[in-house]
C-alpha cells in the first residue's frame, strides 16, 4: 500500500506513542516484580494501581492505532498494520520496536504471575501448618491436585 506522508507521519505518531505507553508498562511490570519478591506492602499496592491506569492508557493507544486502520480502510489486525508500513523503513522500525515491548510485557507478566502463585502457595502452606494440616495430611483429588484431609479428632470414639 502507497499511503500518503501525512497518513504516515500520523500513524509514525501512534505508534510512538504506543512504544512510550507500552514501555512504561513494561517498567511498571519489572517493578512489580521486585515488590513480589519482598513482603507485601504499600508500595506493592501503589504500583498495583499505577499497572491499572497504564493499562488504559495503553488500551486507549491500541484503540486510536485501530481507528486510524479503519478510516484507512484496513483491517485492525497485524495485517492490516502491515498492509499500510509496507517498506516505510521509519513506520517498520516503530512497529518492530512496539512488538518487542509487547512480548516483554507479556514475559514479564507471566513471571510476575508466578511469582505470585509462589507466594499464595507459600502462604496456604503456612496456614495449613498454623491450622494443624500440615504436608502429613494431604491427598490427592480426582484431578490429581494435592488438598488437606481432615485430621481425626475423635481419638476417644469407639
Known amino acids: 500500500m502507497d499511503a500518503n506522508p501525512e497518513a504516515q507521519s500520523a500513524f509514525i505518531d501512534l505508534l510512538r506513542l504506543e512504544i512510550e505507553q507500552t514501555q512504561r508498562l513494561l517498567d511498571l511490570l519489572q517493578q512489580e516484580y521486585q515488590l ?51 517498506d516505510n523503513t521509519e513506520l517498520l522500525g516503530a512497529w518492530k520496536q512496539y512488538l518487542t515491548l509487547l512480548e516483554k510485557c507479556q514475559k514479564q507478566n507471566d513471571i510476575n504471575g508466578g511469582a505470585v502463585e509462589l507466594n499464595q502457595r507459600q502462604v496456604n502452606q503456612a496456614l495449613s501448618i498454623l491450622l494443624g494440616m500440615g504436608n502429613a495430611n494431604k491427598t490427592y483429588g480426582p484431578s490429581g491436585e494435592s488438598r488437606p484431609t481432615n485430621p481425626s479428632k475423635s481419638l476417644g470414639k469407639a
Open 36 to 86: 513480589l519478591q519482598a513482603a507485601p506492602s504499600e508500595a506493592l499496592k501503589k504500583l498495583q494501581t499505577e499497572k491499572k491506569i497504564q493499562l488504559e492508557a495503553v488500551e486507549k493507544s491500541a484503540t486510536k492505532h485501530r481507528q486510524f486502520l479503519l478510516k484507512q480502510g484496513l483491517t485492525t489486525d497485524r495485517q492490516g498494520t502491515e498492509t499500510f508500513i509496507d
